[in-house]
């Protein structure tokens, strides 16, 4: 396996999305299982519409959070997100205790594993960009000096 101080900016930038899919994977999928594995209680009673529209929505909300595209909502908004997100997933809720354990195992799975691998592929993208600006900033800088008859005196 290659090592990340080894690989070219653009395998990083695809390590990098890869480990942000596998993070939201890891830490999602055990949890969707549950729930899928239990879907006829969870709609015995009709509720598969408001089921699924509450799914789809804590899903966006989720992958938005993994990503870092979720701004935090004034108290109103947040606590009228948080009512509907009850409301559609009223049947879910009745687990709430199985589903807490299976997020909390896939989230510190994700912060063990997935996670430190994000992090440590992330700093070394940023380091790498952060020398390819200056390395260009120094030639530019040459280039100038150059243009100008090469000295000063």
Known sequence: MVKVKDMTLSQLKKRKTLYG?????VSVVPAAA?????WEL?????GGIKLGVGGVLLSVTLLLGFLGRMKVPGRVIGVGFVFVAAYL???VLHDLTLLSGVVFGSVAADALWTGRMS???AKELELREAA????KATLEGVKEYLRQGGSNA
């Open 21 to 25: 899919l596998g993070s939201f994977g």
């Open 34 to 38: 549950v729930i899928l594995s239990r």
């Open 42 to 46: 969870y709609t015995k009673d009709g």
């Open 89 to 91: 997933l009223e049947a």
């Open 119 to 121: 992090k440590k592929v």
């Open 132 to 135: 390819d600006r200056a390395g």
